[in-house]
């Protein structure tokens, strides 16, 4: 049966007994992305997550920054060292030093900016002169090295690319100075890496420094019975004809007629005489070279003279007894 509500008062009974069905609840669920959403958005204003971004990007910004630093300061390194002729020393030592204060500086922004770690900053700057105690006497060799790297760059006993002789340690070619430790390279190819304040308790010896030339000691011995003239003679011919020879006299000395290649007698050993050669080269590196050429050269020349270079041999006499006449049978 079909029910018309035709009348006004049937459409109003309709219509309100309609209104008291009972709705559905919806379920109060909001979706998955929604909640993250939230949790992001709570994780972003969130103190730690701040506090996180602000050494991060802190961080970053100092070893971008670091390293822009370091290869502006490599490329003009390289520009003064070849257009201005200067000494790459001190700009080695800024460099390593910009890595420091770089980073320095980062740390102390990063404290500035957290305020948990300013309260820290503040309890450990009031207990300073305890904390400064230890911190020096545990570290003093630390600062010994960055004192003693500074005065080297200041005073220069050795610059980059010098030939130096550190007391017993080694010798070497000067790579880096950094604010610990030096770095040189020896003539094996090894690096080695001295700290700066033994370098400065240590006797230096720089083949570089203010002049490159360098007169070489050849030491050359020939035996006794060798005509010494002829020998001498024979070393300077061979040292003239070497490349790397260069003649070191001053103007003084070539007009007073001094040898460009002086050999003197400088002893007599058990069973030689020692004759040394005063043989002038462009550096170190050239004289070493020069040296050992010599060497062989000299000794080709003495075998084919008849020059001989004794080893060391003994003559031994036997005395006869005192009580025996040299004439009388035994």
Same mark, same amino acid.
């Given at each position: ?26 379920p109060n669920v909001l979706p998955d992305n929604i909640k993250k959403r939230k949790k992001m ?133 000067? #790579? ?6 030096t770095v040189i390279r020896n003539f094996e190819n090894r690096r ?59 103007? #003084? ?16 050993? #058990? ?60």
């Open positions: 049966m079909r029910l018309c509500h035709n009348t006004p008062i049937q459409k109003k009974k309709a219509k309100k007994a309609l209104s008291f069905r009972p709705r559905k609840k919806i958005r709570n994780l972003i204003e969130s103190e730690n997550f701040r506090y996180f971004l602000i050494i991060t990007i802190t961080l970053l910004i100092a070893i971008f920054g670091t390293w822009a630093l370091r290869v502006a300061i490599d490329r003009y390194i390289k520009f003064s060292s070849k257009k201005l002729n200067s000494d790459p020393t001190k700009y080695k030592f800024l460099k390593n030093a910009v890595s420091f204060l770089v980073y320095a500086g980062a740390l102390i922004f990063i404290f500035i900016s957290i305020p948990a770690l300013r309260t820290l900053g503040v309890t450990l700057f009031a207990g300073a002169g305890v904390i400064t105690a230890i911190i020096l006497f545990a570290s003093q060799a630390a600062f010994a090295n960055i004192i003693s790297g500074i005065f080297i760059v200041i005073f220069k006993p050795f610059k980059i690319n010098d030939i130096v002789d550190i007391g017993t340690l080694s010798k070497g070619r000067v #790579e880096d100075i950094t604010l610990r430790h080695l890496i001295i700290p700066n304040s033994v370098i400065s308790n240590e006797t230096i010896t720089n083949s570089d420094l203010i002049d490159e030339k360098i007169c070489n000691f050849c030491e050359f011995m020939i035996s006794y019975d060798s005509d010494i003239n002829r020998a001498m003679a024979l070393i300077a011919e061979e040292a003239r004809k070497h490349p790397d020879f260069m003649d070191g006299r001053t103007e #003084e000395e070539k007009a007073t007629g001094t040898p460009d290649v002086m050999v003197r007698v400088t002893g007599f050993g #058990e069973s030689s005489v020692n004759l040394r050669a005063y043989v002038w080269s462009a550096d170190h590196t050239s004289g070493f070279r020069m040296k050992c050429d010599l060497y062989k050269s000299v000794k080709e020349r003495f075998d084919q003279q008849g020059i001989e270079i004794p080893f060391p041999y003994r003559t031994i006499v036997f005395k006869n007894n005192k009580n025996e006449k040299p004439w009388q049978d035994t």
